[in-house]
């Protein structure tokens, strides 16, 4: 009776599936990340800016995919797997494949100015904050 009992409380039966995803999360630590969880990202805000900082050891930059629209951050790109020419694997434990994550920010973000570099496998990502976000002083007029 999980359907009916979650209908007096809105949003239980997404907690519900949050708390059993937690769970096999915990069972499965260790395990490849997938595509959702890949790339581990930190966002810190300093007055005007918020800064996005993730690691993406073994892709090219040339090949991310980033956007912005209005608050959200999105990244795309993929890691392909390292190519062994005479041998076979004993163990491979590093993922590979496409991934895509959108993160909301906590401001509208001035796509115009956004500015990224990639230094030693860290990609770093500067959102200035959009004008109409900033606060206005405004004038008192006196007669």
């Known amino acids: 009776m999980l359907w009916s009992e979650g ?10 599936w949050e708390t059993i995803e937690n769970q096999m999360n915990r069972l499965f630590a260790g395990a490849a990340p ?5 790339p581990a990202i930190n ?16 892709i090219d930059p040339g090949s991310i995919d980033m956007s912005v629209v209005g608050k959200t951050l999105t990244l795309r790109g993929e890691r392909r797997p390292e190519e062994v020419e005479n041998g076979t ?21 001035d796509a115009d100015k956004v ?8 990609l770093y990502i ?6 109409t976000e ?9 007669e």
Do not use: C, M, Q
């Open 89 to 109: 694997y004993h163990r491979r434990e590093r993922w590979y494949g496409k991934f895509g994550k959108a993160i909301e920010l906590p401001f509208d973000v």
């Open 126 to 131: 500067t959102l200035p904050k959009a004008e």
């Open 34 to 38: 997938s595509a959702r969880e890949f």
């Open 7 to 16: 209908l007096g409380r809105p949003g239980s039966f997404w907690r519900d």
């Open 43 to 58: 966002i810190w805000a300093d007055g005007d800016t918020a800064v996005v900082t993730t690691e993406l050891p073994g």
């Open 134 to 142: 900033k606060p206005r002083k405004i004038n008192v007029k006196t």
């Open 115 to 122: 500015s990224a570099r990639f230094s030693k496998g860290v």
